[in-house]
């Protein structure tokens, strides 16, 4: 009978386990599992310099969102953002594809304009920036192009 006591007391505690480390790494992952509250929006940017789905979105520094999926559309890079329902777009605003830190992982960075007009879920951001081409600037120096 105790055998069986200690052998019930490490099962429970071995799937205790698991669960906390599934939690933890949803959460250290920064994965959502159930969908999350939000909206989708849109951005269509002419080279979308490696961004990837899942890179961070953000506005003044702060990260408000992922980028959900990059995918070719007319020749352009058309990239769907998932935002937070309780934040919302002015029309006027600039999406740019920015650079963090040597590595080069890249996000996407939006800045807010002044409009009083928001954009809807499932709209469009117009104003986009492509990253800069690092080594396109390094050719055009090297050959005297600048």
């Keep these: 009978m105790k055998k069986f006591d200690l052998e019930l007391a490490v099962g429970v505690f071995m799937i205790l386990g698991i669960v906390c480390l599934g939690y933890?790494?949803?959460?250290?992952?920064?994965?959502?599992?159930?969908?999350?509250?939000?909206?989708?929006?849109?951005?269509?940017?002419?080279?979308?310099?490696?961004l990837k789905a899942g890179s961070s979105v953000v506005i003044a520094g702060v990260e408000v969102g992922r980028v959900k999926e990059v995918a070719l559309e007319d020749y352009r890079a058309r990239v769907v953002l998932h935002l937070p329902s309780h934040l919302k777009i002015q029309e006027d605003a600039i999406a740019s594809v920015k650079t963090k830190g040597l590595i080069g992982e890249k996000y996407l960075e939006i800045t807010p304009g002044g409009a009083d007009k928001i954009i809807p879920p499932e709209g469009r951001i117009r104003d986009t920036q492509s990253p800069v081409d690092l080594e396109e600037l390094i050719s055009s120096y090297v050959f005297g192009k600048l």
């Design 24 to 50: 933890l790494s949803i959460k250290l992952g920064k994965m959502e599992v159930l969908g999350g509250e939000g909206y989708e929006i849109q951005a269509v940017f002419s080279n979308s310099g490696g």
